[in-house]
Nanobody, 123 residues
Framework: QVQLVESGGGLVQAGGSLRLSCAASGGTFSGYAMGWFRQAPEKEREIVAAITWRGDRTYYTDSVKGRFTISRDNAKNMVYLQMNTLRPEDTAFYYC????????????????WGQGTQVTVSS
């Protein structure tokens, strides 16, 4: 069974950048679509970005387009979320998710979830 571990969260100033990483424990990402989600204290968990197993298709929620980039390195068994020009409204707990499929998954129907990492953006 795939277990996901996120890292790279922290406190940054508005306009700054941060890169989140997701790694597998007890398995690999081979054959899995991946996604990044976030949840602020007063909001529902929402999808931020998604990427297919091959890395040939991606999805971004409107609020992060042009600022965030999801990528993966299957040889290194790593998935990343590069976050640039961060805004206070990006403050949330960020989760990595995986599903064994060739499709691009942009819903919450992932099978595996990480514990999350906190991202706080100060103004």
């Amino acid at each position: 069974q795939v277990q996901l571990v996120e890292s790279g969260g922290g406190l940054v100033q508005a306009g700054g950048s941060l890169r989140l990483s997701c790694a597998a424990s007890g398995g690999t990402f081979s054959g899995y679509a991946m996604g990044w989600f976030r949840q602020a204290p007063e909001k529902e968990r929402e999808i931020v970005a998604a990427i297919t197993w091959r890395g040939d298709r991606t999805y971004y929620t409107d609020s992060v387009k042009g600022r965030f980039t999801i990528s993966r390195d299957n040889a290194k068994n790593m998935v990343y979320l590069q976050m640039n020009t961060l805004r206070p409204e990006d403050t949330a707990f960020y989760y990595c998710a995986a599903k064994r499929t060739f499709a691009l998954i942009i819903s919450r129907s992932y099978d595996y979830w990480g514990q999350g990492t906190q991202v706080t953006v100060s103004s």
